[in-house]
Structures are given as C-alpha cells and as structure tokens.
C-alpha cells in the first residue's frame, strides 16, 4: 500500500523558510514522478513543484520559481520542497504526490496517491 507523509509544516514570519518533507513508502517510484501541490481556504488545489524520481527533472509553478527548490533522496525514499524568502499568499496547506511519468505535470488528476498535507502558514 502506497503512503506519503508529509512533515516540516508550520508558522514561519515573511522572509523566512521551512523545508518539507515526503516519505514515500509501499512500491518502488523509479517510473513516477513526485509533485508539491498547495491549497487554500476557498481556493483550489494548485501545482507548486514536481520532480522525476530517476532522472531528477524539475518543475515549478512560476509563482515559486527562484524562491523554493524540490529535490529527493533516493535511498531514503523521500521528497523535499525547501521553500525560502516565504510570503504570506504561500500560505496554505501542502501536499505531497506521486504519479505516472507522461502525464500532465501541473494537473492534479495526474497524481494517482496524495499525502494527508502539512499546513505552512505565513505570517506578514
């Protein structure tokens, strides 16, 4: 059974950072490609950043780019997102993922398992 975790949520000031965490566990990933969503009350879910397991390709929203970087582990099953110079609009619950490459990157319908989420609130 597939399950991610996410870890490293929490109250940060404006210019601050935080890094989360994904520990990825049930089957090998190495054709999957793992992906950072974010949402907030009333909005809905939206792409932050994803990487390829096996070649280690990024992506990122344009929203993000420059402030935060997604990296993995491989031998220790895990997915980071260390976000930096963090603002208050990033705020919100965020969520790890995994799914098949090929797909669309920033869709969430992509992703075929998903983290319960951390919560990262912002404060001004």
């Known amino acids: 059974q597939v399950q991610l975790v996410e870890s490293g949520g929490g109250l940060v000031q404006a210019g601050g950072s935080l890094r989360l965490s994904c520990a990825a566990s049930g089957r090998t990933f190495s054709n999957y490609r793992m992906g950072w969503f974010r949402q907030a009350p009333g909005k809905e879910r939206e792409f932050v950043a994803a990487?390829?397991?096996?070649?280690?390709?990024?992506y990122y929203a344009d929203s993000v780019k420059g402030r935060f970087t997604i990296s993995r582990d491989n031998a220790k099953n895990t997915v980071y997102l260390q976000m930096n110079s963090l603002k208050p609009e990033d705020t919100a619950v965020h969520y790890c993922?995994?799914?098949?490459?090929?797909?669309?990157?920033?869709?969430?319908?992509?992703?075929?398992?998903w983290g319960s989420g951390t919560q990262v609130t912002v404060s001004s």
């Open positions: 993922a995994a799914g098949y490459l090929g797909r669309s990157i920033r869709a969430t319908s992509s992703y075929n398992y």
């Open positions: 990487i390829n397991w096996s070649s280690g390709s990024t």
